[in-house]
């Protein structure tokens, strides 16, 4: 790298293409999986909200209506 004030170099910048990066992923991921990490695809996590939701929604729907205003009244 060069100064655009005087030409002078003033850093180096690593040069790496397409395949550098596919390797540096993979090491880093290697090592994440050493430490006990586990990985799911993009947009498994927004998949996952939505089963749990509506797995919530479904036990929600599937309680009588009355049985939480009725505990209420006994107390």
């Given at each position: 790298?060069?100064?655009p004030f005087?030409?002078?170099i003033v850093g180096t910048v690593a040069v790496a293409g397409p395949e550098d990066?596919?390797?540096a992923l993979a090491v880093a991921a290697a090592a994440k999986?050493?430490?006990g990490w586990?990985?799911?695809g993009i947009g498994?996590?927004?998949t996952l909200l939505a089963a749990a939701l509506s797995a919530a929604l479904s036990e929600a729907r599937s309680e009588p209506q009355g049985?939480?205003?009725s505990q209420e009244a006994r107390s």
């Open positions: 790298m060069t100064s005087d030409g002078s990066v596919e390797v999986r050493a430490e586990t990985f799911i498994s996590d927004a049985s939480q205003d």
